[in-house]
């Protein structure tokens, strides 16, 4: 299974994939944007994204509807993490048709947790 992991943070995508390989998924491809996330979708088959919210150029949100709105990419799993906790962001994400949602800052436990329940639904 190959992972895209979308955020503007290096920092952010470094802690994500040390946690992705902690759990022996090493089939991974990083975006810096929602822009450079779709650009990543055409050149890579992607089977799993983990996106974040707010980024410049193109938001997680925005890439949640794009891919959405897309013939070839509308079943992909996407989970989005993100410092935007409040109740009314976490219905607009879910509303964009995101799998599951994290609030940052997460223990790697939590990020497997809402990987499996995503695929175990997904199957
Ligand atoms: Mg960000």
């Known amino acids: 299974m190959k992972f895209l992991v979308v955020d503007d943070s290096p920092t952010m995508r470094r802690i994500v994939v040390n946690a992705l390989k902690s759990f022996g998924i090493d089939d991974i491809v990083e975006a810096e944007d929602g822009q450079d996330a779709l650009a990543k979708l055409q050149s890579n088959k992607i089977d799993?994204?983990?996106?974040?919210?707010?980024?410049?150029?193109?938001?997680?949100?925005?890439?949640?509807?794009?891919?959405?709105?897309?013939?070839?990419?509308?079943?992909?799993?996407?989970?989005?993490?993100?410092?935007?906790?409040?109740?009314?962001?976490?219905?607009?994400?879910?509303?964009?048709k995101v799998n599951n949602y994290i609030v940052k800052p997460f223990t790697p436990q939590v990020l497997k947790e809402k990987i499996l329940s995503i695929l175990k639904t997904n199957v």
Do not use: C, H, Y
């Not at 994204?49 to 925005?62: A, Q, R, S, Y």
């Not at 079943?75 to 879910?94: H, N, W």
């Open 48 to 96: 799993f994204i983990i996106t974040d919210w707010n980024m410049p150029n193109m938001t997680g949100l925005d890439l949640t509807k794009a891919i959405r709105n897309s013939d070839q990419w509308k079943d992909l799993p996407i989970l989005m993490v993100t410092t935007r906790g409040l109740k009314e962001d976490i219905i607009q994400a879910l509303q964009a």
